[in-house]
């Protein structure tokens, strides 16, 4: 059976090259809002920390008409470390818009997306977007595209994908670069290349097939599993099987369908193959579950997902501190939160060995901290350890994982950055200049280099530098690497800080603390100088004497400290130091908070 009135596609891309932008003019000239209606940018970014961030962190479907027929749209995060989300949607759709930059190109995540795409055999659409930018190089920027589906061993076919021209933010879609956008007739063109190029969906109508892609919350009906139907039908009502990741076949019943229309679930009777569906009523099911006939059970194929190449060790937070802003702050409500995470998110792994502290591996560093945020926001007081790659044995020899790295810098940047990568066991691949006085370098590194270099990386090229990196296989380990040259101050005991006694220790190094916080022994206040670690009493007082000179104490200006963020925070810390992350607060400390319990380096 062959379902003409429907179509399965997905948006995929690198980050930031317009991807939740066309969703918003797709929904609009699709007629899914009113036409006095207010609606924000980016609609489909309805998480918090998306909107904050400017990216797509949870992959999101929605659905237009046109002409009659239904288009199933799924938005997929830009980032590599969200890479889980983009491989187990792309289950659920028959074909895919590649989006690529006007000026910047393909890019690593374009490499990405696009082989797990190839993979699959989706026929993909090329959207050339951001066409009105002044350093727009359309031409080359196809030929490149074209060179990187070579590179992937496309075939024949899959060389032959249609091109279309746009300006997201308009909500203009061209067949030609040349046509003027007052001639343009907005998202139309795009409408009917996705009709024309993507297939409808097949599929027998006898046993029952659904792949379970996705797992929401719904506060009346429970638990809903979303997929796609690849056989059969699906009623409110039916008893049907759930098979599970052991192969289990679980009896259970159908008490609520959904479909999608635009940004609404609409309840519905009764759904057919093609369709992607949002079930309610089936209590343990999970990401790659199969829901089937009870009859005659016919499991489809799990979604399989890159291994994790990055841990960190969440354990509860032991400060003088603890308790004292979070509302969940006991291992058992760790663990929780972290098995409920597993539900959800098929990129990230748990070790729960040991019962205080859980070693959770995911894709990468910016994967975690928003882990990290999202437990923070909702009253979890946690401390997290220096983020570690994961190596393994291949072949009796220690590998560890290496990332493509492609950096984007003005020219009078390469050398600085060039000998920084060097340090990092850095290996360059290709250097071209794209003129307009960049140049965009490609290095082979290990995962474990780039710990701590994105933050290096901005204050070397003054904030111009653009880093993108994509995991790319395992290689020999290659033997020690330095990571922070400079040592912490920590302070000797708790109080609160002082300007005296800050402005005496700015010639030390770099404070990341301001003045009158409340402070306690073993917590790290700021960046020496030196390579040592080095113990100082930040709450010391200005000793009262009987001589006063009007405005003496009005000459101390402190220099203003360098607050850091999460990422910035897991950047910096070493082996023996900890983050301490509560719904108010980040603070770094001593893994041993008293100092005549931490080891002496040695000389």
């Not at 969200?82 to 930059?101: N, P």
């Not at 997929?227 to 609520?256: C, H, L, P, Q």
């Not at 990055?310 to 760790?334: A, C, D, Q």
Request: glycine residues 8%; aromatic residues 6%; negative net charge.
């Amino acid at each position: 059976m062959q379902r003409n009135d429907i179509r399965n596609i997905a948006i995929i891309a690198h980050v930031d090259h317009g991807k939740t932008t066309l969703v918003d003019g797709l929904l609009r000239q699709g007629g899914i809002f009113r036409s006095n209606e207010r609606v924000q940018e980016r609609v489909m970014d309805n998480i918090d920390l998306e909107r904050e961030r400017g990216i797509t962190i949870m992959a999101k479907n929605t659905a237009v008409e046109y002409n009659g027929v239904k288009i199933n749209i799924v938005d997929t995060p830009g980032h590599a470390d969200f890479g889980g989300e983009v491989e187990r949607t792309l289950k659920m759709v028959d074909g895919v818009l590649l989006m690529v930059d006007a000026s910047e190109g393909p890019l690593p995540q374009t490499r990405f997306v696009l082989k797990k795409a190839l993979e699959l055999s989706l026929p993909p659409v090329l959207v050339i977007n951001k066409i009105d930018r002044a350093d727009a190089r359309i031409q080359e920027v196809l030929n490149e595209v074209y060179d990187l589906f070579i590179d992937l061993d496309a075939t024949e076919q899959q060389l032959e994908f249609p091109i279309i021209y746009t300006n997201a933010k308009k909500g203009i879609a061209k067949m030609n670069a040349d046509t003027p956008d007052d001639d343009a007739d907005g998202l139309r063109p795009l409408f009917e290349i996705i009709l024309n190029t993507v297939k409808p969906p097949e599929g027998n109508t006898d046993v029952l097939q659904l792949l379970v892609t996705n797992i929401d919350y719904n506060d009346y009906v429970g638990r809903l599993a979303i997929g796609r139907i690849f056989a059969g039908t699906v009623k409110v009502g039916d008893t049907v099987a759930m098979v599970n990741i052991n192969g289990e076949s679980i009896r259970t019943k159908v008490s609520s369908l959904y479909i999608f229309q635009g940004l609404d679930r609409v309840d519905v009777k009764e759904a057919s193959v093609g369709e992607i569906v949002a079930l309610a009523g089936i209590e343990g099911i999970n990401i790659g579950d199969t829901i089937t006939d009870i009859e005659d059970p016919r499991p489809l194929p799990r979604i399989k997902v890159d291994e994790p190449t990055i841990s960190m060790v969440f354990s509860i937070n032991t400060s003088p501190f603890s308790g004292r802003e979070g509302k969940y702050v006991t291992s058992r409500n760790l663990r929780e939160r972290l098995e409920k995470e597993l539900l959800y998110n098929v990129a990230i792994k748990v070790d729960f060995d040991n019962p205080d502290s859980f070693k959770v591996m995911g894709r990468g560093e910016l994967q975690l901290a928003i882990l990290i945020e999202m437990m923070r926001r909702e009253g979890y007081e946690l401390a997290v350890s220096m983020p570690e790659t994961i190596t393994k044995s291949i072949d009796g020899i220690l590998s560890e994982p290496f990332e493509l790295l492609v950096i984007d810098v003005p020219e009078d940047y390469v050398g600085v950055v060039t000998q920084k990568i060097g340090m990092r066991k850095g290996r360059m691949q290709k250097m071209q200049n794209n003129g307009h006085g960049r140049v965009r370098l490609e290095f082979r590194i290990p995962s474990r280099g780039l710990i701590g270099f994105r933050t290096q990386f901005l204050t070397d090229t003054k904030g111009t530098g653009l880093l993108n990196h994509l995991f790319d296989g395992y290689e020999p380990w290659c033997g020690p690497m330095s990571k922070r040259q400079t040592g912490a101050l920590v302070a000797d005991r708790a109080g609160r800080t002082t300007p005296y006694a800050l402005f005496h220790l700015q010639p030390r190094g770099t404070l990341i603390i301001p003045e009158n916080i409340q402070v306690y022994e073993g917590m790290i206040i700021g960046e020496n100088s030196r390579e040592n670690d080095l113990d100082v009493n930040v709450t010391k007082e200005k000793k009262l004497t009987n001589m006063r000179a009007s405005g003496s104490d009005d000459l101390i200006q402190l220099i203003p400290p360098k607050l850091m963020n999460l990422e910035q925070a897991l950047e910096f810390i070493k082996e023996d130091e900890l983050v301490e992350i509560t719904p108010q607060s980040i603070r770094l400390r001593k893994r041993v908070l008293e100092s005549n319990k931490r080891p002496k380096p040695q000389k």
